[in-house]
């Protein structure tokens, strides 16, 4: 079965760096895009980045970009999203996407705190 497993959050001090990684399986990794979403406490879940199958597109919410970078590694079936110069307002839950067969899977989130 499709199995997303994200890992990597953490808390990190304004203008910090982290790299999140997402481990799938279950699936032909290398056919599918895969998107980094975030929910804050309260808030509804936003799309963050998403990446097609090979990587040649990427797109970004305006929040994020210029500080955010999605890849991934089809050898090793798995999405990254490196943040840099994180802010506050960037602390929340993030989960990878993916969406096989019609049907959207979510990971379990890592979550991301972001504090002086």
């Known amino acids: 079965q499709v199995q997303l497993v994200e890992s990597g959050g953490g808390l990190v001090q304004p203008g910090g760096s982290l790299r999140l990684s997402c481990a799938a399986s279950?699936?032909?990794?290398?056919?599918?895009?895969m998107s980094w979403y975030r929910q804050a406490p309260g808030k509804e879940r936003e799309l963050v980045a998403g990446i097609t199958p090979t990587g040649g597109y990427r797109n970004y919410a305006d929040s994020t970009k210029g500080r955010f970078t999605i890849s991934r590694d089809n050898a090793k079936n798995t999405v990254y999203l490196q943040m840099n110069n994180l802010a506050p307002e960037d602390t929340a839950v993030y989960y990878c996407r993916a969406v096989v067969s019609g049907r959207p899977y979510w990971g379990q989130g890592t979550q991301v705190s972001v504090s002086p």
């Open positions: 279950g699936f032909t990794f290398s056919s599918y895009g």
